[in-house]
């Protein structure tokens, strides 16, 4: 659900002159107020519009705008809190971060697998993308977990699941699971599957990660 909302914001900068008040008609200390809208999506990302300056009486808070050019740098950068004028860009090192974190786990999964793949066990799992390997399946339903019966010579043999799945991430959830332990997850269908293959399957996403107990 997205949440997002606006409000006005007032902050008073400090006392810029003392003057006759119109309104109260004596001489009154007068304050440089910053007035805006302040936007928010989820109460996180905020940005700032609509920004007026304000030269107010201190006692009945009336007064006159103010040009924003005719005020000091130094006042119009630091007037809005650095928060409310920069949070809407929080994403951007977040995203990077997670990409970052991303390519790591990418790359250290593919070396776990590298490392898996030459020497194939019996009881490794394997989610695989098995419409690519066995003819006649669903291509709707294409993803699933494999399983290494035995390695017998240049060829390993897997059994099949009973169940595929139209997502590569379902076979794996499966398969950090315990229903991959049950005795009736996985089909008696097999398919052979030469080891010297193993490598280039992985490198065209056939498969896409390993499991070894």
């Not at 304050?31 to 905020?46: D, T």
């Not at 119009?76 to 809407?88: D, E, G, I, N, Q």
Request: aromatic share 8%.
């Amino acid at each position: 659900m997205l949440i997002w909302g606006s409000r006005s914001e007032s902050k008073d900068l400090g006392q810029a002159e003392t003057k006759p008040c119109p309104t109260c008609e004596r001489d009154r200390p007068f304050h440089l107020h910053v007035q805006y809208r302040l936007h928010h999506v989820w109460y996180l990302f905020k940005w700032v519009t609509g920004r007026q300056y304000l030269r107010l009486c201190e006692v009945c808070h009336r007064g006159t705008e103010v040009p924003a050019a005719s005020l000091a740098p130094a006042v119009t950068k630091t007037a809005v809190p650095l928060y409310h004028r920069f949070s809407w860009a929080l994403p951007v090192p977040l995203v990077a971060i997670g990409v970052v974190f991303g390519i790591l786990d990418d790359q250290q999964r593919a070396g776990r697998n590298a490392e898996l793949i030459a020497a194939p066990r019996s009881g490794d799992l394997y989610a695989t993308d098995i419409s690519r390997l066995v003819r006649g399946g669903d291509d709707k339903y294409r993803f699933g977990v494999m399983k290494i019966k035995s390695v017998a010579g240049a060829n390993v043999e897997f059994v099949l699941p009973r169940a595929n799945y139209n997502k590569i991430t379902a076979a794996t959830r499966d398969m950090s699971s315990e229903s991959v332990g049950k005795p009736d997850y996985f089909s008696t269908s097999a398919v052979q599957v030469p080891i010297a293959d193993l490598k280039e399957l992985q490198d065209k996403g056939v498969i896409h990660s390993i499991r070894r107990e």
